[in-house]
């Protein structure tokens, strides 16, 4: 009875602590931003069920009966996952493609101080897509509000496109990363920096 509470506490304990970073059978990320990561359970799962190859582990183990494993923390798919070529259209997306600057000023925000403005305003019949709508600030849309661009002098500074997903991808791994990435982790997200001499 100990030892079943002592495993259920040991899992517990490890739930959110150590994911894996799951990688397309080019070893390069299946997403960037979000960052494509699993649970640790759902690693083991893949490996036993042979779906991905074990690149790295954590120096952590976890005893099951008569077994222990380590855990995985960088996991490589044996099937190439091809990636969407059209991305959703979401919020997070247009963010995204506009690399979380205001088309408007020109000023980098966190998400949370941005919204999204229609180009051509819904009211004069603009729609909700790719081409028409792009990040503002939140002074920037109240101040173009719902007029057109010439009317209101307010001009997006890229013209606004329906980005491929390899866009968002390249897009995603220029962002900055959290600082709580396990050092393993790091050989596959960092292959287009400069090396250091």
């Known amino acids: 009875m100990i030892s079943i509470v002592l495993f259920e506490v040991q899992i517990m304990i490890l ?10 059978a ?3 990320p299946v997403q960037m931003h979000p960052l494509s990561t699993i649970t640790w359970q759902d690693a083991i ?3 036993f069920s042979d779906r991905v190859t074990v690149v790295e582990e954590y120096d952590v183990d976890i005893h099951s009966g008569h077994q222990t494993w380590r855990l995985p923390s960088v996991v490589a798919l ?11 259209f979401s919020r997070y997306n247009v963010y995204l493609r506009d690399q979380f600057t205001c088309q408007y000023c020109g000023k980098p925000f966190e998400t949370r101080h941005l919204t999204f403005d229609h180009v051509i305003p819904r009211a004069a019949g603009g729609v909700s897509s790719w081409t028409n709508v792009v990040a503002s600030c939140s002074p920037c849309n109240h101040r173009k509000g719902s ?5 209101a002098k307010m001009f997006p500074l890229n013209k606004p496109v329906a980005p491929s997903a390899w866009d968002l991808y390249a897009r995603g791994k ?21 090396l250091e001499a």
Do not use: C, I, M
């Open 15 to 24: 739930d959110n602590q150590y994911p894996a970073l799951l990688l397309n």
């Open 26 to 28: 080019d070893f390069q």
């Open 45 to 47: 799962k893949a490996v």
């Open 78 to 88: 044996k099937d190439y996952v091809r990636r969407d070529q059209t991305p959703t």
């Open 147 to 151: 007029k057109l661009p010439a009317e």
């Open 174 to 194: 220029k962002l900055p990363r959290h600082g709580n990435l396990h050092d393993s982790w790091r050989d596959y997200l960092y292959w287009d920096s400069e």
